[in-house]
């Protein structure tokens, strides 16, 4: 294909003002419904279900369309203990100190602490890289544009579609998260760890912090001008 060939737009639903307004009310009642949970149920999960959530986050628009990700999902035992094991040591040291009395104050509301059983217990975990080189073949080395916004989409769009299909998600970012590097066996040099999400069923004695529930409203996050 030459450089600027396009395609028809063949599959645009337009719908009457009327249907556009119940498929939004439609989609914030379902997102209304997504909770950040920190207790997991081990009950499996089905890779294909993982699988289609993952081929969905890689539809995100990204930078000149080069796709700077890559996910590795890990349902791995052995794997998963190795994760618990190097961030509860980082969030023992976070939690012991590092973070600050600022940081853990704003934490206070959420009543997290070092302990991370979820890691080892929830079927699936995933693990998502920033790729600084690549392009729109897996094999190409050119530079990556915007690769923070690009991740950061394609990480919504996974949220989205495994909240969409009936799981639970925790995102999580124990720091410095290089250890995920290693244990994932990525390149170090091209890759860096983004962010882990945790997914599953909540266990049934699952909460959801007071804090959590309080959303801003449309006029404090939004402005029409
Ligand atoms: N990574 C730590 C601390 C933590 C930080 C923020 I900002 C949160 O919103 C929640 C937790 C942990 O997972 O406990």
């Not at 737009?9 to 997102?31: G, H, K, V």
């Not at 080892?120 to 530079?143: M, S, V, Y």
């Not at 639970?168 to 390149?187: N, W, Y």
Request: proline share 6%; with cysteine.
């Amino acid at each position: 294909m030459k450089a600027h060939d396009n395609i028809p737009l063949t599959d645009f639903i337009e719908y009457s003002p009327q249907e556009m307004q119940q498929r939004a009310d439609d989609n914030l009642a379902l997102m209304k419904r997504r909770h950040t949970i920190r207790s997991f149920s081990d009950k499996p999960v089905p890779r294909e279900v993982i699988e289609t959530c993952i081929k969905t986050a890689g539809l995100a628009p990204s930078g000149a369309n080069h796709q700077p990700w890559h996910f590795v999902a890990i349902h791995s035992s052995d794997v998963k203990k190795q994760i618990r094991e190097a961030a509860e040591q980082l969030e023992r040291s976070f939690y012991e100190g590092r973070a600050g009395d600022e940081w853990l104050d704003a934490l206070k509301p959420l009543g997290t602490d070092a302990q991370k059983p979820y890691l080892e217990h929830a079927p699936w975990l995933i693990a998502i890289f920033t790729q600084k080189k690549g392009g729109i073949h897996a094999e190409d080395k050119n530079t990556n544009y915007y690769v923070h916004e690009s991740v950061g989409i394609a990480t919504g769009f996974l949220i989205q579609s495994l909240h969409n299909a009936g799981l639970a998600t925790l995102t999580h970012t124990p720091k410095p998260m290089s250890f995920l590097t290693e244990i994932c066996q990525r390149d170090k040099d091209n890759e860096r760890p983004y962010m882990l999400l945790i997914a599953g069923y909540p266990a049934d004695d699952a909460t959801v912090p007071e804090h959590a529930i309080v959303k801003k409203s449309l006029d404090e996050i939004a402005s029409f001008i």
